[in-house]
């Protein structure tokens, strides 16, 4: 009996297990008037679950903000898992371009395997941008097609 009490009186998150994040994506309008300015961040769990949230202005919360749910495929996880581990950017991560982007919209992600997080800036040396669009495009296509209207404007 004491340990259902003290079971109900643990918080929620205390009970629940929460899967580790596999990637995130996350786009946005670059700077904008605040009419005109958007940021999107998709996170991919490791157990297929993914969050979506669409900020419009330049808000963070409340009701300038759109929170989407869905279900990623095994194969989806397994493709972004492939392509992480063929790219060799744990390893020898992306260089920064010699010609750094001014202005513009910005797309970027991050996929974490075995702990290690691997970046995929928007803007990477030439030599770089084949392995980091490989792992981008992965994990772009991992996030069901009804949810693409919000990663672009």
């Known amino acids: ?3 259902v009490l003290v079971l109900c009186l643990l918080p929620l998150p205390a009970l629940a297990q929460e899967a580790d994040v596999l990637a995130t994506y996350s786009a946005n309008s670059g700077s904008l008037p605040p009419e005109y300015a958007w940021e999107t961040t998709v ?7 993914l969050s979506l949230r669409r900020c419009t202005g330049y808000e963070t919360e ?9 279900k990623v495929t095994p194969e989806a996880l397994d493709a972004i898992r492939v392509a992480a581990l063929a790219s060799g950017l744990a390893e020898t991560p992306a260089k920064p371009s010699d010609y750094p982007m001014v202005g513009g919209s910005v797309v970027f992600a991050t996929v974490t395997l075995d702990g290690v997080t691997v970046t995929l800036p928007s803007d990477v040396a030439e030599s770089d941008e084949p392995r980091v669009a490989k792992v981008r495009r992965a994990v772009q296509a991992a996030i069901p097609a009804r949810l693409n209207r919000f990663l672009t404007d």
């Open 43 to 49: 996170t991919i769990y490791a157990d297929g679950r």
């Open 1 to 3: 009996m004491l340990r």
């Open 62 to 70: 409340g009701p300038a903000c759109k929170d989407r749910k869905a």
